[in-house]
């Protein structure tokens, strides 16, 4: 009888959540990869607050973490997961498997990205192995509709500060980096940008995600081509854009010149500037009742990602 019970409780949970599935993001040998001795790291930082955040470095396998809504809720629709850390860490919880999870409650199948962190003694050309990264997840997602119900045409990237970066670095830059991709589509169909670093200029950039991803002396010509303010175009993906005015870490204008940029092209564009809340909120803005999940749900469903 005892186990019968198991066996039933063991079936209910599988059925109510699924297991997550970890995918490495390549099969085989891994892009501009270097002999590296780095082994995948997960810890609790607890200087953020009591309870702690979850923290990865020493990323040397890229992976993609897929969380699939249950199947009656499936509506399609998939976002990938760029979590932030200034391109030296990933906060893989609260800005990544957190939100996946409530992507599940809406009906969209998230896929939380790992992505190597730039190294040069890990990777060679370290400046574009995110990018690699994030166009690899996105063709990974595009080619593998079937399996998980998604619509290829319904397929965004979100990206939380240096994460916001690599997902809007992603949304203005999708030309394939590697020969291997040459002719897919990495283009992702929105971009979902929460207090992302942009700029990598002097005036409002980040300057500690700038210098770990192109060094401290990159140069004008790649200074430019990072500072994705300046490569909007046409082409480039409608955007929901989240920011706090007291944000003292990145620049809020980060993502106001985003946002003008989007306008001036005619891409459908929506910024929430929240008076207060800091930087690094996740999912909750620090003592305020505003939902910006909300709000991002509401715009996606205004501009056809979701279902009404």
């Known amino acids: 009888m005892y186990k019968l019970i198991v066996s039933v409780i063991l079936l209910m949970s599988t059925t109510i959540l699924p297991a997550q599935k970890v995918i490495p993001l390549y099969?085989?040998?891994i892009p501009n990869e270097k002999p590296c001795h780095e082994i995948d790291h997960e810890f609790i930082d607890t200087s953020w607050n009591k309870s702690g955040i979850l923290i990865v470095d020493h990323i040397s396998k890229p992976t993609l973490t897929v969380y699939e809504?249950?199947?009656?809720?499936?509506?399609?629709?998939?976002?990938?997961?760029?979590?932030?850390?200034?391109?030296?860490?990933?906060?893989?919880?609260?800005?990544g498997a957190d939100v996946a999870k409530v992507f599940n409650d809406n009906g969209v199948t998230a896929f939380v990205l790992r992505?190597?962190?730039?190294?040069?003694?890990?990777?060679?050309?370290?400046?574009?192995?995110?990018?690699?990264?994030?166009?690899?997840a996105i063709w990974f997602v595009r080619t593998h509709t079937k399996e998980f119900?998604?619509?290829?045409?319904?397929?965004?990237?979100?990206?939380?500060?240096?994460?916001?970066?690599?997902?809007?670095?992603?949304?203005?830059h999708f030309i394939p980096v590697r020969k291997e991709l040459a002719g897919s589509n990495v283009r992702p169909d929105f971009m979902l940008l929460i207090y992302p670093v942009i700029s990598f200029s002097d005036s409002i950039g980040h300057i500690g995600s700038r210098d770990n991803l192109i060094g401290k002396n990159p140069g004008k010509a790649l200074e430019h081509l990072f500072s994705n303010e300046e490569q909007v175009t046409l082409q480039t993906p409608p955007s929901?854009?989240?920011?706090?005015?007291?944000d003292d870490?990145?620049?809020?204008?980060?993502?106001?010149r985003?946002?003008?940029?989007?306008?001036?092209?005619?891409?459908?564009?929506?910024?929430?500037?929240?008076?207060?809340?800091?930087?690094?909120?996740?999912?909750?803005i620090p003592g305020s009742k505003e939902d910006w999940f909300a709000s991002c749900i509401n715009w996606m469903k205004v501009n056809k990602f979701l279902p009404q």
Do not use: W
């Not at 009656?72 to 030296?88: F, H, L, M």
């Not at 992505?115 to 690899?136: F, G, T």
């Not at 092209?265 to 809340?277: D, F, M, R, S």
């Open 27 to 29: 099969q085989g040998a």
């Open 69 to 95: 809504p249950p199947l009656k809720k499936r509506t399609g629709t998939a976002v990938i997961i760029c979590p932030g850390g200034g391109y030296s860490v990933l906060a893989a919880g609260h800005e």
């Open 115 to 136: 992505y190597r962190l730039p190294k040069d003694e890990c990777m060679s050309n370290k400046a574009y192995v995110p990018l690699i990264d994030a166009q690899q």
């Open 149 to 172: 119900g998604i619509d290829v045409n319904k397929i965004g990237i979100m990206g939380f500060s240096a994460g916001g970066h690599l997902a809007s670095t992603a949304g203005t």
């Open 240 to 246: 929901f854009l989240v920011n706090a005015s007291d």
């Open 249 to 256: 870490a990145v620049n809020p204008e980060n993502s106001i």
């Open 258 to 284: 985003f946002y003008e940029a989007l306008l001036k092209n005619k891409i459908p564009a929506e910024l929430h500037l929240y008076e207060h809340g800091g930087h690094g909120f996740g999912l909750l």
